[in-house]
């Protein structure tokens, strides 16, 4: 063999190892991610329930035997992601390992869409790209992302709805109306997804206006039925049980004042706030994210592809708005437009074919540079997410929030109690009901509805006042904790007062729950209880009934 000959094998070699490398690459990134993000949520699958998860896995553990949302709970949240937690309970138990582990196989499935997506939509690398940084920064602690937040629930029908717009297939009519349907699903996991419908919308219009506009107006009558069939299905269904009239006024007629507190002068501050904790460690993701888009919408040559993602991100953005609270979960559903835009970065760059099948340089350093982006945020938060307990972890993420003492206040109400006893928490704390398998007293399961400035707030407390003293609860939990209040200056705290003389006259305290500095809770039963409760605060103060 000649030199000449051996130089040229020896580059056919290399040649052939980046050609594997490219097409390797997006298995092995997509891998690596998924397996990660699925790892850390098993290990923390029995971080303790906060007051959402709690409120949707009572509301779950309700409909699995039998009730009726809105029947003996009121709130304002749509009960699409009731029926999620319910699904989950019943596959993998009624315990936060059971509801976190269906969480990690959803996320995962949301994950997996989103590659199928980007891969379709643009290559197999920026598909790759896509679902990774979903996977990572969708387990982030900065948007509370282990926790199993009505978003997350958004994600999988949103992004199934988007594949449908997409690519309808051959019946185009039916798939238009199942892409609706799927984003119908979303809009009952919370109702902020009417944002993702609308894209929708104006996406299947834009994709057929070179068809006429009679094609055009069938289409988006077409989809906007599928949208439309799951609320009109549940509204059905909650006349017939006959609680539609309370589920309106929770749903519509609250939740519209309820997003009116907020005045708009205050919406650019908040953002601000929270979206310097939203990015935080992970500034670089989503910086990437922004660089991609530029880069994208600069050389990337397919218009149906812009306007996608261009759409995607804005309406993505807009479910993120209503209220301007813009608290850190509700930046969830953001994340799988900031993951197709960093793929779409990736599929803007020289492809495999230009740089002769191999990688490319543009493509590796992009690929170096986003793998470290992800990795910052990851090593940030070694500590909480690879060895500290559960506990330590919900203290780091809620802090004063009693997520952890819940477990064992409702482990005594439940071992010094019947099934058929009710009890009652005034705060915020329905994760309590979820472990004790007790009924709350009350229909509305939070103080924070009680303490806000709207037309409601009386009258709601007196509905709660009236409901515990007919119910006569075994036991009353008592949570002294200001965020589980959140009162106000201006707060009506007429059910404060009726605290005060009410309690006194009908329960002893039996329990205590008291967080001491940085040190373990402190737990006290019985007549020890009594004699340590008064004047505390950051504590659970646990009161049997005595007559």
């Known amino acids: 063999m000649t030199a000449r000959s051996g130089r040229g094998t020896a580059r056919a070699s290399a040649a052939a190892g980046g050609r594997g490398l490219a097409a390797a690459l997006p298995w092995v990134l997509l891998a690596a991610a998924l397996i990660l993000a699925f790892a850390i949520r098993i290990r923390l699958l029995d971080l303790p329930l906060e007051r959402d998860e709690g409120e949707y896995a009572y509301a779950g553990q309700l409909i699995l035997e039998g009730h009726v949302p809105y029947g003996d709970v009121d709130n304002m949240k749509l009960p699409g992601t009731y029926y999620a937690y319910a699904l989950i309970m019943a596959l993998f138990g009624q315990t936060p390992r059971g509801i976190h582990l269906g969480l990690a196989l959803w996320t995962t499935a949301s994950a997996l869409l989103l590659f199928a997506l980007g891969r379709r939509l643009l290559d197999p690398l920026a598909g790759a790209f896509a679902a990774a940084f979903f996977a990572i920064l969708s387990a982030s602690f900065s948007v509370l992302g282990l926790a199993g937040h009505a978003t997350h629930f958004v994600v999988l029908p949103a992004m199934a709805g988007c594949w449908g717009i997409l690519w309808p297939g051959r019946r185009e009519r039916l798939g238009l109306a199942a892409a609706g349907l799927a984003f119908g699903l979303a809009f009952l996991m919370k109702q902020q997804a009417a944002a993702f419908a609308l894209f929708g919308l104006l996406f ?44 309106w006024f929770w749903t519509v007629t609250y939740a519209r004042d309820y997003v009116a507190v907020v005045p708009l002068s205050y919406a650019g501050r908040i953002f601000v706030e929270n979206f310097a904790e939203v990015t935080s460690w992970n500034a670089g993701a989503w910086a990437m994210a922004a660089a991609g888009a530029v880069i994208f919408f600069v050389r990337g040559r397919d218009r149906e592809a812009k306007v996608f993602l261009a759409g995607l991100a804005v309406f993505s953005f807009l479910a993120v708005c209503p209220g301007f609270f813009f608290r850190s979960h509700y930046f969830i559903v953001m994340l799988p437009a900031v993951g197709l835009l960093a793929g779409a970065g990736a599929a803007a760059l020289p492809a495999p074919e230009a740089a002769g099948g191999r990688l490319g340089r543009a493509r590796g350093a992009w690929a170096a540079v986003s793998v470290a982006a992800l990795a910052i945020g990851i090593v940030a938060w070694g500590a909480p997410l690879f060895a500290w307990d559960t506990t330590r972890v919900s203290r780091a993420c809620y802090g004063t929030n009693l997520f952890p003492e819940s477990i064992e206040v409702a482990r005594y109400i439940e071992a010094n109690s019947s099934p058929s006893d009710r009890i009652a928490v005034l705060g915020s704390e329905p994760q309590i009901y979820f472990y004790a398998h007790r009924r709350s007293a009350a229909r509305y399961l939070y103080a924070y509805a009680l303490m806000e400035s709207h037309p409601y707030s009386g009258r709601l407390q007196d509905q709660v006042i009236r409901e515990i003293e007919a119910a006569r609860p075994r036991f009353i939990v008592l949570v002294r904790v200001a965020v589980s209040w959140l009162a106000r200056p201006e707060s009506d705290k007429r059910i404060m007062t009726w605290m005060d003389s009410y309690l006194p006259l009908h329960y002893d305290v039996t329990g205590l729950a008291r967080m001491v500095g940085g040190g373990p809770t402190q737990y006290i039963w019985g007549q020890e209880a009594a004699a340590a409760a008064p004047g505390g605060r950051d504590d659970v103060v646990v009161l049997r009934r005595r007559d």
């Open 204 to 247: 299947v219009l834009w994709k057929s206006r070179g068809d006429g506009w009679r094609s055009a107006a069938t289409k988006g009558s077409v989809f906007s039925l599928g949208v439309a069939a799951p609320y009109v299905l549940l509204c059905a269904y909650l006349a017939a049980k006959g609680v539609f009239p309370n589920f």
